[in-house]
């Protein structure tokens, strides 16, 4: 069995990266660790690294027209183009991945800089998204090679982001048991969750498959036939193809989280005060919450066996209507919002 442990980094390619890398400093208190640039000897893109708690995101945008950076944002916008894995054994991983029919995309590839090691290898996956194998051995934990680290980092104020929760996948329509097959064929997933949603305009059928220790979760997404189009479809149209929607970020206190993103100007979809007149019909009693918080930031509340969650989603983040972030605190539940769905489409 292949031993994905986590998710390592998410990689952007963006138009600016270094106005990227501010917006998420500002807007979600994210701390700019490394950069590589030309000054550290990269030719044809720029990158920053930021980090808060658990999470960590990498901005790479073009230093010229002809490089796969910019030719991917021309095609897909500002978006994620690589899910990375850490994993024990890179080589192992990626050479087994291979074996079992996926398309290779980097050969497995020593990186060495003082006391620190990593192999990186990287393999295709739906649309023009990958999946790379981070291996790291060494002091430094967050080792990034060929990357230069911040002397005197700007000042950052979190915003309560813990770890990633889980990365949503929109696959075109008739694909996705395809690619529920792809990741439990290939990565060893297990299908965990069924979701299909109808709803009197629109439709998308769903599930989820997630890795064995059930660290890294992909809930993908496919469209349905309905009387309009879903925002599923709207996402393939803009995106022009298969990518991931919406990156979901755990906070400890999503109210705590919440107002501190209002505060620095991130906008959330609305949520219509009709949502809470019914909630503790459907939900039962939330005696622990704050229940004017939860109508006045707009957020949504779920519960299944376990337990109960709290979601909120952000507008788009881009100039398409596509990437966006779910921010979520989970109280034991495991699931993804099923009874909140229907009130997004």
């Known amino acids: 069995m292949l031993q994905i442990k986590n998710i390592d980094y998410v990689e952007f390619y963006v138009g600016n990266a270094s106005q990227a890398a501010h917006f998420y400093r500002m807007a979600f208190g994210f701390t700019p660790i490394a950069f590589s640039s030309l000054e550290t000897g990269e030719r044809d893109r720029t990158s920053f690294v930021l980090q808060q708690n658990k999470i ?7 230093l010229t027209p002809d490089s796969p950076v910019a030719e991917h944002v021309r095609v897909h916008g500002d978006s994620i183009k690589d899910i990375a894995f850490n994993v024990d054994d890179a080589r192992y991983t990626f050479q087994e991945s291979v074996r079992r029919g996926v398309r290779p995309v980097l050969e497995p590839t020593l990186y060495e800089q003082e006391e620190n090691r990593l192999i990186k290898a990287t393999v295709a996956a739906y649309g023009d998204t990958v999946h790379s194998f981070i291996q790291r051995q060494g002091v430094d934990k967050r080792f990034f090679p060929g990357y230069q680290s911040f002397k005197n980092p700007p000042q950052v104020i979190p915003t309560g982001l813990t770890a990633f929760d889980h990365i ?23 299908h965990s969750h069924q979701e299909d949603i109808v709803t009197e305009n629109t439709a998308m059928n769903s599930g989820v498959v997630e890795n064995s220790n059930g660290r890294v979760k992909f809930p993908i997404m496919e469209p349905a036939p309905g ?16 990518g991931a929607q919406h990156i979901a970020l755990l906070s400890g206190d999503i109210v705590q989280t919440i107002r501190a993103l209002r505060a620095n100007g991130i906008d959330f979809l ?22 004017q918080s939860l109508r006045e930031l ?23 209507p596509t990437a966006f972030m779910e921010i979520i605190q989970r109280k034991g539940a495991r699931g993804f919002g099923g009874g909140n769905i229907k009130a997004l489409f």
């Open 56 to 62: 960590t995101l990498i901005f790479t945008s073009a």
């Open 168 to 190: 949503a996948v929109c696959v075109a329509p008739h694909s996705l048991k395809d690619w529920f097959d792809f990741y439990i064929d290939v990565f060893d997933f297990h």
């Open 227 to 242: 009387k309009r189009s879903s925002q599923i479809e709207e996402y393939l149209e803009f995106h022009h193809g298969p």
């Open 270 to 291: 609305y949520t219509p005060d009709t949502y809470y007149e019914t909630l503790e019909e459907r939900v039962g009693k939330l005696d622990d919450v704050d229940k």
């Open 298 to 320: 707009g957020i949504l509340v779920d519960k299944d066996q376990w337990g109960t969650m709290f979601q909120v989603f952000s507008k788009p983040l881009h100039s398409r």
